[in-house]
């Protein structure tokens, strides 16, 4: 168990959870990879505008049900800052993404700008850091940079959120040799210990498999992680996400923080805010019913 004792005054994982002291948040912090959705579900590559009215549209129909939301601060943020209610801890990215249009991330610094010392950080309760974990050269320089990330975000007073996010390497394709769940547990094992408020990891199994299977995947993955922590739904079939939240709250996790599971299909829909009350926000209050019975408090973590 983790010490949760913080100075006082200093913040705490309830700026993000529900009175159960669960996590149900909502991520909303993609870019050019939401503008790739967009064109995968036929508007073509879309501006900027229709990328920000989609992310303010999540936040006034997933806001007040998410215990916390995570925004760039690129596209929106203002918006989505505006109508948020306070009760919904407002998390800000923090990483500065290396993406080639309609490719996937391939590399994260730390955004200088949110970094800042004047940086406007009304409202937001919590930093977030993506980082592109990989047995290769740069390893020690991205853990280097996830403890400049953590002691930033305490400077600042706001709560660290770290994600690290696993990829082969050309070798271990080369040679059959990659093992995605146990790349997951190695960047767990290595970048808890940095102290991170809040670590948010890939699903294991990426949601596929039995119950049984799901649940002893997530107990593997919970044994190295010394923070609290909570899944996130990249790479998940949004019909298996529920099945994953449930095993890995079982597992000890406290919570999740998903974007594609709650609102990939409603991208490109001719009415957002109805596809979003119809299909997002039962699926929100779905799995915040399950992290309410099965997570662990982030205090017990």
Known sequence: MTDTTT???????????????????????????????FAA???????????????????????????????????????????????????????????????????TALDEVVLAADADLGGV???????????????????????RFVRAARE??????????????????DAGTWDQDAAVREAAAELSPLGPDLLKVQVPLDGRGTADEQLAASQDLARVITTPWVVLSQGVAQADFAGAVTAASRAGASGFLAGRALWSDVVGADDVPRALHERSRPRLEHLAAIVDTDARPWRQA
């Not at 994982?13 to 149900?24: H, Q």
């Open 7 to 37: 100075p006082v005054g200093a913040p705490t994982l309830d700026a993000l959870a529900r009175p159960s002291g669960t996590l149900a948040m909502v991520a909303m912090d993609q870019r050019d990879s939401l503008r790739t959705m």
């Open 41 to 107: 579900a036929g508007a073509g590559r879309v501006g900027d505008d229709v990328l920000r009215a989609f992310k303010r549209d999540v936040a006034v129909e997933l806001g007040d049900t998410a215990s916390g939301f995570l925004i760039d601060r690129h596209l929106a943020f203002d918006d989505v800052r505006s109508v948020l209610p306070a009760r919904t801890g407002l998390v800000l990215a923090a990483d500065d993404l290396t993406q080639d249009p309609g490719g996937p991330v391939e590399e």
């Open 125 to 147: 309760s919590a930093f977030k850091l993506l980082v592109i974990w990989r047995r290769d050269a740069r390893r020690a320089e991205r853990a280097t940079m996830a403890e």
């Open 156 to 173: 600042r007073g706001v709560l660290s959120v770290l994600e690290p996010v696993v990829r082969a390497t050309p070798a271990e394709l």
